[in-house]
């Protein structure tokens, strides 16, 4: 019988002190995420990946829903949003918490279906709602939607919101046009009751382009919106100060996805899905500059904000091409997940 005890009390002694060494060196082997971190979507394994820039290895992988698209990051770069797009039947956005690498909540974005784009500005999050031809804004603050607006477009699929926040652009695919959405104030009337105040007054213009466009960016010093299309392989420019196409370039990008210009405005970047090639453009010129192969299927696009490369998601090859600017070569291959798809940057200030 004491033997019986020696040995319980044995037990529990080496299986207390190997659970507290597990727990240390998971703690030990834990990497926080840095200031500045590179997040990106897998598709097929329904993950959020935190990866470091500096050294590109993936220090947590997120599960999110059953079919993210586009990510962003809050202000402070704490807070990542992943919307649950569906084909636009889903109703969901996942909340983050980068710091803590580790789900936060679900925003249901009902009555607005199909969440895919998604962008920060002003605090709040701005998303595409595809599924119900609208655009809609969450406020984290107060956990609810707070404004919607229809777009009357088929497939709204991405966006862009000015730094002011009265300004939005997107793309509406199926439509083949751009939306120009821009926040105007009414005042009261002379029949107003006293104490009336000025209301927003959302004001949409709706530019053709070619049937098919996507992917889109908007020059840094916000004077031209380009977008490429999947169909014809044109590249459509509007003026955004007139609100009219101004150029269509005959670039035979057929499967074009995303387009992204370089952080100085000189260059622009279109992957296609359908072949897998990065076609650059020379933005003052407009001619191509070099299209390059990397892979056979290439989607989302990302810039690094000080200069030096490029991150391009491959859908199709399972892989992120690691582009260098100056060179225009692709450097590395980047694992994040299988069918990498959106990208974004979380900075901590």
Known sequence: MKNSKYFILRFFAITGLLATFIFFVTECNAQS???RALLAISKANHTLAIIDPATLSVLARIPVGEDPHEVVASTDGKTAYVCIYG???LHEINIIDLVAQKPLRTIDTRPLFGPHDIAFVNDKAWFTAEGSKAVGRYDPVTEKLDWSMGTGQDRTHMIY??????????????????????????????????????????VQTIVPVSRGSEGFDVSPDGSELWTAASEDGAISIVGLGAKKLSAKLDAKIFGANRLKFTPDGRQVFISSLQTGDLVIYDAKSRLQVKRLKIGNGAAGILMDPTGSRAFIACSADNYVAIIDLKTLTVTRHLDVGGVPDGLAWAIRP
């Open 33 to 35: 995420t840095p200031a």
């Open 87 to 89: 084909g636009g039947s």
């Open 161 to 202: 919101v000015t730094s002011d926040g009265k300004k939005i652009y997107t793309t509406n695919v199926s439509s083949g046009t751009v939306s120009i959405l821009v926040d105007t104030l009414i005042q009261p009337g002379k029949m107003a009751p006293p104490g009336a105040k000025p209301r927003q007054n959302w």
